[in-house]
């Protein structure tokens, strides 16, 4: 299982709880598209997963920003994944920055709203944030292996689902 986060926005601890906090402990991968904020935060992400990539963000310490890059680009079971913060141009922004890398899903943050959205052959993900939600719900979005991709749902910390997705690849 592939668990994306977004937008932490703490000063210590990953501020992980409830259903966020049991997908990150049981995900074998594990995907922060930045604002940590501190670089406890970061490490607490990477002393917390077994398997975890991130990006830094545009509200991220000077010291975090050293240690992680603006972009990223990995593959999970055959799906190859496109991360990034923020990207100029909205959705049309993002789906060039996905094609431009071949990726089949692009992930990014900032807004705090989560959302899934087409954007041609890519889908373009935000899981929102699952600590700092600014008058959105928390949430994290899970995403499972199956045939022909992946199967996603953005899920609330409660534990609630609010919307299921596929990437193809």
Do not use: C, W
């Not at 100029?88 to 071949?102: K, Q, V, W």
């Not at 993900?125 to 749902?153: C, K, M």
């Amino acid at each position: 299982m592939l668990v994306v986060l977004s937008d932490t926005h703490a000063l210590d601890g990953s501020s992980l709880v409830g259903a966020a906090a049991d997908a990150v402990e049981n995900a074998d991968l594990v995907l922060h598209a930045g604002d940590f904020t501190t670089e406890a935060v970061l490490d607490s992400f990477y002393d917390g997963t077994d398997d975890f990539r991130a990006v830094h963000g545009n509200a991220d310490s000077p010291a975090v920003t050293e240690r992680l890059p603006e972009a990223t680009v990995l593959e999970y079971e055959g799906v190859r994944i496109a991360a990034t913060h923020r990207r100029r141009g909205g959705d049309t922004g993002l789906g060039m920055f996905g094609r431009e890398r071949g990726a089949d899903l692009v992930v990014s943050g900032h807004t705090h709203r989560p959302r899934v959205e087409a954007a041609g052959e890519v889908t373009l993900l935000n899981p929102g944030s699952h600590a700092d939600p600014r008058g959105a719900r928390q949430s994290f979005a899970v995403l499972e292996p199956q045939e022909g991709g992946l199967s996603g749902e953005l899920r609330t910390v409660g534990g609630e689902t609010f919307a299921q997705f596929t990437v193809e690849k």
